[in-house]
């Protein structure tokens, strides 16, 4: 007798919980949804200032999200890369505009002045940010290499945080399948991008993660 | 590990007062000081680990361009056949490390290193070894089939070194001084990236692996200890008292000195009540005023960088 009344006490204290459980999730839901909807306005028009001819950082985030779920990221951390990846380059909108449109290629002062852009990136963002965030961070060390030879703080390996190695990985994947306005196309199919992929790992890329994207590439089939 | 963010590092400072040089009494990596290095700020460095000031040499102060063309051609041959292993000082070394192809290479470069008359050019090849033990060491067993072969990947090495010296103005100075006798001169700031005894990652078992390498052994033991020996006094241990004699005499004579690590696994609030108050009171004879910044990295694992600045 005691031990059904406490089985239906459980029951009803499951349920109940379950219950606030999907209202709480039914009411914060949309809200992500929106935001999430509103950052990749925001980084949409990033894109354009950018040049580039398709919309890089909606791609370099559902590549990103591909590698980080395969690698076991979910909830905040993997909440936190997407929109990382999303505003990844926002700090190109700091700078000169002829340098973002060029079709030629970067001179050393050009150069130095654009590799300044994760930093223009984590510092405009962090200023707006009440409590610690990592999505600055991850900002600023996306051009970070895995041979320590990136920048703009050269961190080297496992000193970059996860999430950022899979950002590089995604956003390199995404610039070789597209042209700016001062180089055109450089692979021609998604075999030969892997096979650079490959090539790269443990020089610029984390040579686990970079092994990860080849079981998952759309051309994992024919590698 | 350590992430040692220069531009935050002198955002944090500059809010105290303006700096024009910077000294390392001991830093954890030559190419974290890459971004400092392009600044118009005399860096005064340091390592007593020879290896490393070594390698901090031939990154950070060649200006006149990397390795030339000609010791490239006679430097970086192919190895047609392989070499005897009885003959290889680092043979121990075979499967558990490295492939028998690489060591090969390994006993050949630090050879062929010696005839290069040039000190400055035998640095920048000692160097490039460095960074293909980094590849080597840490792309084992991940990747099927590693496509560059070791005279291409000492061409790359050396190409990417040309690039990284591409100019490079700014005046660094580097040192191999044992720590007790570093001469402490008058500096505008003096900077410490902290390191812990305790801690084992890649970067540590790559200069582990380097050192016995520069100096034509394979007893890790021995490096090891090498290492520890140069870093004692200066390796944090959560296990003993803290003795920050070593960090108070080394600040003496600079207007503001600045402590920077990075954390995991542990909230700030720890790291505050191991590192920051028992710092705070190493140094209270030394600096009226102190400020505490730390950043998130990743909270799901409680990583966040931390740097703590004194001043007067």
Known sequence: MLISVFNAVLIALVTWLAYRYFELRERTSPTEERYSQFV????????????????????????????????????????????????HDVGETLLPREILRTADRLNDEQTYLMRTHPLLGELHLKSRMQAPDEVPAIIRWHHERWDGLGYPDNLKGEEIPKAARILAIADAISAMRHSRSYRPKQYKSQKDIDAEIERQAGLQFDPELAALWLKLSPAAGNN | MLRLQSS??????????????????????????????????????????????MLARAWLTSRDGGFSDKNLLKFNQVIKKPLELEMNPFKTWKERLFTSQQLDYLFYWREAAYEIDDEKQREIFWA????????????????GR????????????????????????????????????????????????????????????????????????????????????????????????????????????????VLCWSGRDLPPKLYEQEIVEPM???????????????????RSIDAYDYLLVFHS
């Open chain 2, 8 to 53: 935050w590092l002198l955002e944090a400072v500059g809010e105290i007062g303006g700096v024009d040089s910077i000294f390392f009494p001991c830093f954890h990596r030559f190419s974290a000081l890459s971004w400092l290095s392009r600044k118009e700020i005399t860096l005064y460095l340091n390592s007593p680990i020879d290896s490393q000031a």
């Open chain 2, 280 to 298: 705070r009171s190493a140094f209270s004879s030394r600096y009226g005023r102190s400020r505490l910044f730390f950043k998130a990295v990743d």
């Open chain 1, 40 to 87: 990749s306005g925001v980084a949409s028009i990033v894109d354009r200032l950018e040049g580039y001819d398709a919309a890089h950082s909606l791609e370099v985030a559902q590549t990103a999200e591909k590698i980080a779920m395969a690698d076991g990221f979910e909830g905040e951390q993997l909440q936190a890369l997407k929109a990382a990846a999303m505003l």
């Open chain 2, 146 to 257: 590693q496509t560059l072969e070791p005279d291409q990947i000492m061409a790359f090495c050396l190409e990417q070194h040309r690039s990284f010296v591409k100019g490079r103005t700014g005046r660094i100075e580097i040192s191999n001084i044992a720590l007790d006798e570093l001469a402490v001169d008058r500096n505008p700031l003096v900077a410490f990236p902290l390191l812990f005894d305790d801690e084992e990652t890649h970067e540590t078992e790559l200069q582990t692996v380097f050192h016995a390498w520069f100096h034509g052994h394979a007893d890790l033991e021995q490096a090891r200890r090498d290492i520890k020996n140069c870093l004692r006094r200066y390796l944090i241990s959560f296990e003993k008292t803290p003795d920050y004699s070593t960090f108070v005499r080394l600040a003496a004579n600079a207007d503001m000195a």
């Open chain 2, 128 to 143: 490039a070894v460095y960074q293909i033990l980094s590849y080597w060491l840490t792309s084992k067993g991940f990747v």
